[in-house]
């Protein structure tokens, strides 16, 4: 049964830092992996999603990298700013279903 | 990305009334839409999968007399709650997706059921 951990559970910076976070998964036999960003209350917005044969996805600040051997995918997050408080969640995706499983999520707080 | 709405957006009900979530794919057709619930201070926990024009498919440990899913076309899924209780409160999000590429879902803005 597919695991997602994701660690530090919460995390707390200064405006401009530069950070790291991380998500491990026990079946390395996934299609893809997603980063999404859940605001208090709201729903998720996607952030990037690597597919199984890639290797990191960019997109601005951020950089997402998939290591499926060792089961780790890491959210990079350059220049932080107080906009990007939220809740960090990566899910992964199963290879013979569509579903996704989710980790146990990352609350970020950029102190201003 | 693709937008999914979801309606309504809060619902607050007395205990024994039925709700149904509306969740619809905006700007394409989706093959598979998905219903998540998810606790305070807690992650997303898959309820059931549904495909346009079958039976929904659910996860261990979820009622499906209960939580009713309709997926009657390729841009709109339900999901009815019957006999609400307290502890069915929580935050419903849906996705849809598709199939084939990626497999990127995209999700709705959640609603949030309140049972009194």
């Known amino acids: 049964k597919q695991e997602v951990t994701q660690i530090p559970a919460a995390l707390s910076v200064p405006e401009g830092e530069n950070l790291v976070l991380n998500c491990s998964f026990t079946d390395s036999a996934i299609y893809n992996l997603q980063w999404f960003r859940q605001d208090p209350g709201k729903g998720l917005t996607s952030l990037l999603l690597i597919q199984s044969s890639q290797r990191e996805q960019t997109s601005g600040r951020l950089n997402a990298s998939l290591d499926k051997s060792s089961g780790r995918s890491t959210l990079y997050i350059a220049a932080s700013q107080p906009g990007d408080s939220a809740t960090y969640l990566c899910a992964v995706e199963g290879g013979a279903t569509n579903k996704l499983i989710f980790g146990t999520g990352t609350l970020l707080a950029v102190q201003p | 990305g693709a937008v999914v709405s979801q309606h309504p957006s809060w619902v607050i009900c007395k205990s024994g009334t039925s709700v149904k979530i509306e969740c619809r794919s905006l700007?394409?057709?989706?093959?598979?839409m998905f219903w998540y619930r998810q606790f305070p201070k807690q992650s997303l926990m898959l309820m059931a999968t549904?495909?346009?024009?079958?039976?929904?498919?659910?996860e261990q440990g979820v009622e499906k007399d209960k939580f009713l899913i309709n997926h009657a076309s390729l841009t709109l899924s339900t999901l009815t709650v019957t006999s609400a209780h307290p502890e069915d409160s929580s935050f419903y999000i849906c996705s849809a997706g598709m199939t084939s590429g990626a497999h990127e879902q995209f999700f709705g803005p959640g609603t949030r059921l309140t049972v009194l």
């Open positions: 700007d394409f057709q989706a093959t598979t």
């Open positions: 549904s495909n346009e024009g079958s039976k929904a498919t659910y």
